[in-house]
């Protein structure tokens, strides 16, 4: 029996998560697996809970077959995250077959001619994408290309990746599968009761709607309300900036030998910068500022290729005739520019670049960073990096594929390149194409009904066996902070229906109700979900406010759906800031924005479809 003061305690440490994700104290998967632990050592969530006896009858029966499903352990094996597993891999296998590129280069072709006919594509197609696939790596694969299409047509690039994330995440509505917080809902829903199941398409026909107002919001007011901001591709000029790189070495009869390098001619360089000093293969260690030249050291000198022509006349140093300060000209190659967003999983995130030692680490420069609105040119080393900081990146096309390969940067300056197995890609279609059948075919006369779960196990698996994707390649596609954030939330959830804190608080909600339309709460509960995945992880607040509603929903003696639909919808709805869906924070740094510029292009599409929501919920699920 859970005691008043285990469920002071638990509603406490609610406030507490949420508190935690809005100012960030720690990782949200950390905080939520936090949250879990926290309620078993509490005592409002067990380990495990017995069997329920056979004497019970009726609603007696199902309340404790509730309660035996809510324990710390069975959330591991819920079937939502599971499921959510299965699409990053499937979504994984649809990029390496070339089936995403594919489209995306036909988008190229076609889409270019004007700004309009581009924005128009752009949406119906990762909209249609993101019905079926994890939103994320489509949102990755058209990015560059939109960015390059903008640099070569000098349009706004700020003017397409506010729709491109918004596309993404009403795309995602359009199934159950499409983004996983239908999958959470409707997997705590069909935990409480098989009849609160949603079906593959049960929630496309309000989806689509979403995607045609959308749609329609960004062809007319939503245009007029994308800002023109500055990215930092702008600061890629034309060839007359492309700088390049040249590699000398100190000879044996250099009079730089044991000079210091603020003490040599070196620093005085006006159109051409000693960048970094290599000795016995490695870059010396600490500022240029400490470095006393000796015998063999290489000097990485930088700057626009006239420049370093011009440096016998200029500087005293002659490439023809490097025994004037004993430097022997090796090799000059081309130093260009690209962009990288810090991506969620990135070994940077949370380091300086002080910290990290980045020049001398990675061999690149970084030119300038993209923070929270703002274009940072100078003054930045100190600077934590952070998931979607957008970096401009300056060093020898072999060096920055080096950086980009180890995946601490989403590549925005053009179309990552990885191995495609063109070949198996009928396969990847072939496998999404039967698990779409299968989920919707389920349950319908002769077909018994099969969980989704196992459906996706089974289209994983056959990717797998097929070698449309690899196991290696599968592992790390999946992203496994998502996966473990649902866990821990699921757990909180748990621990409110089982700690009775759930019933409690539906009480109050009726109470306060009174003999308000039920209608208006499934509108006011829409509303509560949109504003609080502004603030928090969109699956935290589906894993929490799921259980709420179906217990308000029971005991207003309605049909629970309406209200489930209303979290599902309502979570998914983040418009109005950066930081409420991943696709948003990946094309904020991006697009060069300002954290305002979400707050007036999305609040008034996201009122938009609360009023939709409001008035078709009811009317495809019925109260």
Known sequence: MVETWQQIALGLLVLMVFAGFIREWASPEVIALGALIVCVLLGVLPIAVPTPSADLEGAALARALRVFNADALRVFSHPAPITVACMFILSAALERTGVIESLGHWFE??????????????????????????????????????????????????????????????????????????????????????????????VTPLGIVFVVVTFVYLLTLGKRLLPDRVTLAS????????????????????????????????????????????????????????????????????????DLMGLADKDGIT??????????????????????????????????????????????????????????????????????????VQG?????????????FVNLSEPKEIAIREKKAPLAILAILAFMISSLLSGIQVIPPIPIVQVALCAAFFVLITGCIDPVEAYQSVEWKVLFLIIGMLGLGQ???????????????VDAAGDVDPRILVALFYLLAAILTEMVSNNAVA???????????????????????????????????????????????AGGYQFGDFFRAGLPLALILWVVASLLIPVIWPL
């Open 495 to 509: 621990a409110l229906q089982y700690s009775g804190l759930a019933d409690l608080l539906a009480r109050v909600v």
């Open 235 to 306: 600061l890629i000029d034309s060839k007359d900036s492309r700088e390049f790189i040249t590699r000398a070495y100190v000879s044996r009869q250099s009079p730089l030998i044991g000079v210091n390098f603020l003490d040599s001619s070196l620093k005085k360089m006006k159109k051409a910068r000693v960048i970094d000093v290599v000795r016995d293969g490695q870059r010396v260690k600490g500022g240029l500022d400490e470095v006393v030249f000796e015998q063999g050291d290489e000097i990485i000198i930088k700057g626009r290729l006239g």
């Open 109 to 202: 072709r076609t889409a270019a001619t004007s700004q309009t006919r581009m924005l128009v594509v752009m949406v119906v197609i990762v909209a249609g994408l993101s019905g079926f696939m994890n939103n994320t790596p489509v949102v990755v694969i058209f990015l560059p290309i939109v960015l390059g299409i903008c640099r070569r047509k000098d349009w706004r690039a700020s003017r397409f990746l506010i729709p491109l994330s918004y596309a993404a995440i009403v795309g995602g509505t359009v199934t159950i599968i499409g983004t996983s917080t239908n999958l959470v809902a409707s997997g705590i829903a069909a935990a409480y009761d098989p009849e609160y199941a949603f079906g593959f398409f049960d």
């Open 396 to 408: 020898p096309a072999r060096r920055m594929q080096q950086l980009f390969d180890l995946k601490h």
């Open 543 to 589: 894993a929490l406010l799921t259980p709420l509603v179906i217990i308000v929903s029971l005991q207003l003696g309605v049909d629970a759906k309406p209200f489930i639909a209303a979290v599902m919808f309502g979570s998914s709805a983040s418009f109005a800031t950066p930081i409420g869906y991943q696709t948003n924070t990946f094309v904020y740094g």
């Open 319 to 392: 490439q023809g005739n490097p025994d004037q300060l004993g430097l022997e000209d090796v090799r000059t190659e081309s130093a260009v520019m690209m962009e990288g967003i810090i991506g969620p999983d990135s070994t940077l995130a949370g380091k300086s670049l002080k910290e990290l030692n980045f020049r001398q680490r990675y061999g690149v420069l970084i030119v300038a960073v993209h923070r929270r609105g703002r274009n940072l040119q100078e003054r930045f080393e100190d600077v934590k990096l952070a998931f979607g900081d957008t970096l401009l």
